[in-house]
Structures are given as C-alpha cells and as structure tokens.
C-alpha cells in the first residue's frame, strides 16, 4: 500500500500490483547496457532491491536462456533458505525499436521464466505488455514526458519509470518535480524515478515528490558485482556532475556520459557533433559506443567507493532510515 498527496494535500491510498506492492526496500536498480549480468542482478535482488539488465546483454541471443535460468533457480534456492527475509524480484529490460531484431526471441525467453518485471524502452507495444500479463508480469515503461506516457499506459504498460534531468544513459531533460507532478495530475499507477539517484535522502525525496520508486543505477556501476572495467568505476568515485556531458553523438538519442571517456576516445566533450536521430541503432556496432564511452548520471558525486551491491544497498537504507527521522523531528 502507498500514500501520495492528493487534492488539497489529502493523502489518496492505492494498491501497487504484485510483486511491486512486497519490495523490501523502494529502489529498482536500472538496466545497465553491457553491465548488467545475472551476478549483479542476484546480488541486487537479495540486498533488498529489484535488480534488472537489459536481455541485449545475453551475447549470443542464446545466453539469455541460460542466464535467466541462473537467476530464477539462485533466487528460487535463495528464497527457500530465507523465507522470512526473501529476495526483490528481478526485471528484464527489453528495447522496443525496430533496430532490436532480438525483440521476440527475448520476450518468448521472458514468458519462458515468467520474469516479474518487464522494463520497455525506446518504443511501446501492445502485444509485449500482452505477452507480460500472459503470466503475472508488470510492464513499466521509460519516458522522457507526459506524451510519451499517455502512449505507453494506452497500450497497456502498468507503470511508469520518469527519466528525469540528470538521469545516466540515454535521458530526458525535464526537472524530476515537474515530470512527477505532469503524470500524478492523471496516473495513480506505479511510478519509479530516475535522475541523480545515489543516497537514501534522495530515495525518500522521489517518494516524496510523488514517486512510488527511486530508479538507480550510476552509482551501481561502481559495485565490486557490476561488469564494468575498473577505470570505469574508478572515474565514476572520482568525478562529479561537472564531468557529465548530455549528447546525441554516441547512439541518436541524447544521454549522459563521462567527459574522462570521450576524452581518451579522441573527442572534445566540449565540442561534440551532433548524431542524425534516424540512424540510432541499439544492436551490433552501437554496443561498442557503450563500452568506449562511458554512461554516467548526475548523481555519481555522492559515490566515494566501489563496494560489494549488499554494502552499497545497506548504505542506502540507513541514509534512508536517517533522512526519514529528520523530517519527522
């Protein structure tokens, strides 16, 4: 059950659809293109959050049976072993464009295994939010603005995941406040937020803002569990949103990266082209633009270490626990 302001300032009361009405903890970790593996993905779900990777990461297409079989059967032996204390489930994210020719081996994987969570991107469709509820499972859709979010609740997506300003990867340019407060005027359905989300403050202040979830996952590249090279990680605890670049160049579509990695690729971050939109692809020779250049969020100035996902996560909750003592005096 939550609670969010409603007219006048009273407190309106709906149900989240299961598995989001027994999260642990109100944190989903983002879908993180090449990062994401089955080892961070559990090590997520059994720290309390929902753990997700995008199913382009299972390199060949065949992999991902295999990996969402290691998730399902570590999970399923994990929740037997601690019944009092079980796992977040998990989400698989899958990009809904005409470039991703994988669309429907993935989403017959996904029905397969029954995955909890599915997280759409970059385009909305009827048939996979079908294919979703087919078994039990939760569609909830990225969007940059309202427009895109009346498209995806129409065809059937059951929440909504607000890519704020300062969100990493690809992103919107809207301020969180503005974005949430747009969908809550007309959606009283699960909303997770994403944009420079890296302490337990700000968990608390997207659920106050109107958000049901924090949305995060900058700061989770730089856990010991994520499949990122340890530059990678080292730049995120050392730089701060001062090195975050927005950009269309890398993929068609605007996002956010490390100004340190288009550095060593040649480029002036300052000074970056840019991309023709028609041209974006998310298969094939764009992977390498992820792995070159670094995506990156705003909120990476609160990361001061790489650390195990259970560590980071505890740290989160106390931040969290502490924040909600001192506004409740």
């Keep these: 059950m939550r609670y969010r302001a409603g007219a006048g300032g009273i407190l309106s009361m709906s149900q989240l659809p299961a598995p989001l009405d027994r999260l642990p903890f109100p944190v989903i970790g983002s879908p993180l293109f090449i990062i994401s593996n089955p080892k961070l993905v559990i090590a997520q779900c059994i720290a309390g959050v929902v753990g997700s990777m995008p199913a382009l990461n299972a390199r060949p297409a065949e992999q991902l049976e295999e990996w969402l079989i290691e998730i399902t059967e570590t999970l399923a032996a994990y929740n037997a072993a601690n019944p009092d204390k079980p796992a977040a489930p998990f989400a ?8 991703n020719d994988r669309l429907e081996h993935d989403m ?14 970059l385009g909305a469709r009827e048939d996979i939010n079908a294919a979703a509820h087919s078994y039990g499972g939760v569609v909830l859709h990225d969007v940059i603005n309202n427009k895109h979010a009346h498209k995806a609740i129409e065809k059937g997506a059951d929440g909504l995941i607000a890519v704020a300003a300062g969100a990493g990867g690809h992103a919107g340019v809207k301020s969180p406040f503005a974005l949430v407060q747009e969908l809550r005027q007309w959606f009283d359905g699960p909303i997770a937020l994403s944009g420079s989300i890296a302490t337990g403050d700000a968990v608390l202040a997207a659920q106050a803002c109107g958000a049901d979830f924090a949305y995060i996952g900058s700061a989770f590249i730089a856990t010991e569990e994520a499949r990122a090279s340890d530059a990678y990680k080292q730049a995120i605890v050392d730089s701060n949103s001062d090195e975050i670049v927005y950009s269309n160049l890398f993929t068609g579509v605007h996002g956010n990266y490390l100004a340190p990695s288009i550095r060593a690729a040649g480029l002036d971050p300052a000074n970056l082209p840019e991309s023709d939109p028609s041209k974006m692809n998310f298969g094939g020779d764009k992977s390498k633009a992820w792995k070159d250049i670094w995506g990156c969020g705003q909120g990476i100035g609160a990361v001061s270490k790489v650390q195990p996902v259970a560590d980071f996560v505890a740290q989160l909750k106390r931040e969290y626990a502490a924040a909600r003592t001192r506004l409740m005096g």
């Design 92 to 99: 698989i994210n899958q990009i809904v464009h005409k470039s």
């Design 108 to 121: 017959a994987m996904c029905v397969k295994y029954k995955v909890p969570i599915i997280i759409t991107s």
